[in-house]
């Protein structure tokens, strides 16, 4: 049996924070998706994605409270924006992989290091109506009408969310399990307009009932289990 990177029970949290965030869930197209993935992934068929298609989650937002597990004291707070990749095989389990993080604080930065997130820093800006990572994409968002949480369990969202997360960064696949509590989840549904200098990441306008996917600001609680190493 691998055992954790630190000397806790992994089936205990380790880490909790709050995370208060626009999040964007697209189709990309399977070939764009195939070309993105590291060694050892693949695609796992999504039934809530359109045919020639694969999920890719989008969230730019504000974390606090971050530290470890049943930590009296405040936390951190900073902006972080997350690309991930849910819907994958890796050594034939389901799982989402987070592809790229960007953060304006350096030490969560470096606390992500054992866990294998490829975190980074950037002056990401977060405010109201707006949000961007420098050089990497900007989002207008605005909230609508509309009952979130139904849009998101059809969509497949809910399903996509409650995957174990696996990273690499740190140069060997490391597992952890993320409870997104998102019974008690805010959530409102949201349109945007995203503007993207990725080659592979569209510009586009998302509303009420687009084809291309859907948005939705959303406030959780989450906690964060000890990384096992695969």
């Known amino acids: ?89 890796h050594q034939g389990q389901l799982c989402t992989w987070p592809m790229r993080l960007w953060l304006d604080r350096r030490r969560p930065v470096w606390l992500g290091r054992p866990y294998g997130f490829p975190k980074q820093r950037s002056p990401l800006q977060v405010s109201q109506g707006q949000a961007e990572v420098p050089g990497v994409f900007s989002v207008q968002h605005q909230p609508i009408h509309g009952e979130a949480r139904t849009r998101l369990r059809r969509a497949g969202v809910l399903a996509g969310l409650g995957q174990p997360l696996v990273a690499n960064a740190s140069g060997h696949p490391v597992r952890s399990w993320m409870d997104w ?36 600001f959303m406030t959780h609680s989450w906690t964060l289990t000890a990384p096992e190493r695969l």
């Not at 809530?48 to 707070?77: C, D, M, T, Y």
């Not at 409102?188 to 291309?212: F, H, M, R, Y």
């Open 1 to 89: 049996m691998n055992a954790p990177l630190v000397d806790l029970d992994f089936a205990r949290p380790l880490g909790q924070g709050r995370y208060a965030a626009l999040f964007v869930w697209l189709h990309l197209p399977n070939r764009q998706v195939d070309a993105l993935l590291p060694p050892a992934f693949s695609r796992a068929a999504c039934p809530f994605s359109p045919g020639g298609s694969h999920p890719l989650v989008l969230s730019i937002g504000r974390q606090s409270g971050v530290g470890p597990a049943h930590w009296p004291g405040k936390g951190w707070a900073y902006n972080e924006a997350i690309l991930t990749l849910p819907w994958l095989h």
């Open 181 to 216: 509590q998102l019974q008690d989840a805010e959530l409102t549904s949201a349109a945007v307009q995203l503007k993207s200098a990725l080659p592979w990441l569209p510009n586009l306008v998302l509303g009420e009932d687009s084809p291309q996917g859907l948005a939705w």
